[in-house]
């Protein structure tokens, strides 16, 4: 499936990884970063909208859908290396600066860009993830278990690709039911085309995952230490976990963004989808701050 009136391009980045990219519109330019278990679909209502007057770019990410699916562990999918292929990706293309919004995984790239190449990114968008350090830092008890993917995908290469492999249908599938509210903004052709792409890409996710629990959080923990944080304006838009979970979401945030804009939306995890008229317009006010 393609996003309608985008052009594809197959294009390679700095370590030899190349990514699959829509792109679409004319004007400054907008990348937009999916999420998991998703693909650059994801921001077919949202990419649609901002074409008409900026040029946007969605790419499946390392690892995803269309994109190379390089083997290896740690620093191969670290959020570093996935932030580097962003940039090189958007370099490529001819633009080097850049606004740039994730969700969910891509969320955590489009946070690592901006950390390490404020220079690049001008305006930076990231819809309900929190930052790995304090996501680690916030699960525990019985609370926890909304997040049991983390857990098993944490887990020593093996296990949770053979787990996962069994029944790939079942393991994604689960996420694009329960975390969705309004259950026909993931229509059936959408839904099998993220299954598809989910289903050939398992080692990769699990290693992306894994990454998480390992050298993205020494990264992090490298920033924190020294007082890096994000430079440009940062619009973070989440569910209300924070007041299940019981902590200060809009907070933690503040800590790695002084210039913050944070809100709460009503719909389901999969916000773009859902709400695309709600994302359109944080973005918009993003762009014009």
Not at 145 to 171: C, K, N, T, W
Request: glycine residues 8%; aromatic residues 8%.
């Amino acid at each position: 499936m393609r996003i309608t009136g985008f052009d594809y391009q197959r294009v390679g980045v700095a370590d030899g990884v190349t990514l699959n990219a829509a792109v679409g519109g004319s004007g400054s330019p907008v990348v937009l970063l999916h999420g998991f278990p998703q693909t650059h679909l994801m921001w077919r209502h949202v990419a649609a909208d901002l074409a008409a007057d900026h040029t946007v770019i969605c790419p499946d990410l390392r690892g995803y859908g269309d994109s190379d699916k390089p083997a290896g562990e740690g620093q191969a999918y670290a959020k570093r290396t996935m932030a580097a292929d962003i940039v090189a990706l958007a370099r490529a293309l001819g633009h080097e600066r850049f606004a740039l919004a994730g969700h969910d995984r891509g969320a955590l790239v489009a946070l690592r860009a901006g950390l390490d190449h404020p220079d690049a990114i001008s305006r930076l968008a990231l819809l309900d993830v929190l930052p790995t350090l304090d996501m680690w830092d916030v699960l525990h008890g019985v609370n926890a278990a909304v997040a049991f993917h983390l857990y098993l995908m944490a887990q020593p290469p093996g296990l949770p690709e053979r787990l996962i492999a069994g029944s790939p249908d079942a393991f994604f599938g689960h996420f694009l039911d329960a975390w969705v509210r309004d259950p026909d903004a993931i229509p059936a052709d959408v839904r099998a085309a993220y299954l598809t792409a989910s289903r050939e890409a398992v080692p990769s996710i699990v290693a992306d995952y894994r990454a998480s629990a390992t050298v993205d959080i020494e990264h992090d923990a490298a920033d924190r230490q020294v007082g890096n944080r994000l430079r440009m304006p940062v619009t973070v838009l989440q569910q209300d976990w924070g007041a299940a979970l019981g902590y200060d979401a809009a907070a933690l945030w503040r800590a790695w963004a002084p210039d913050l804009h944070h809100g709460t939306v009503s719909c389901g995890h999969f916000m773009a989808e859902e709400d695309p008229a709600t994302i359109v317009k944080a973005l918009r006010d993003l762009l014009a701050r």
